[in-house]
């Protein structure tokens, strides 16, 4: 049976390459944060709440994380420690695959 690549709607998967985190997976935050908040000019360094973002947002977040990238993100890091994309790279590079 032969795969068929996502459709150009349909966020393209990235595989987890051992542990910790992926290498560099801003792009895909970037595309986890426009399509949560519904907000397709975000940019890597766009605060979360000044984005619209609220704890509902962020609990959506952690959880495309979780299965998109393959880590654990807790929820308390979204809120607290990273208001961008560049903030919560550096968190998901660090954190432990989901498992």
């Not at 459709?7 to 792009?27: C, L, M, R």
């Not at 299965?67 to 807790?74: H, N």
């Amino acid at each position: 049976m032969t795969r068929q690549p996502p459709a150009a709607n349909e966020p393209t998967p990235v595989e987890p390459s051992g542990s910790p985190g992926p290498a560099d997976p801003t792009a895909v935050l970037l595309d986890i944060w426009r399509e949560v908040l519904e907000d397709g000019a975000l940019g890597p360094r766009d605060d979360f709440f000044a984005a619209g973002g609220d704890s509902i947002h962020a609990a959506l977040i952690v959880s495309r994380i979780r299965r998109r990238l393959g880590v654990r993100v807790p929820l308390r890091s979204v809120l607290s420690d990273a208001a961008t994309v560049e903030d919560l790279a550096r968190l998901v590079m660090r954190a432990p695959r989901a498992g």
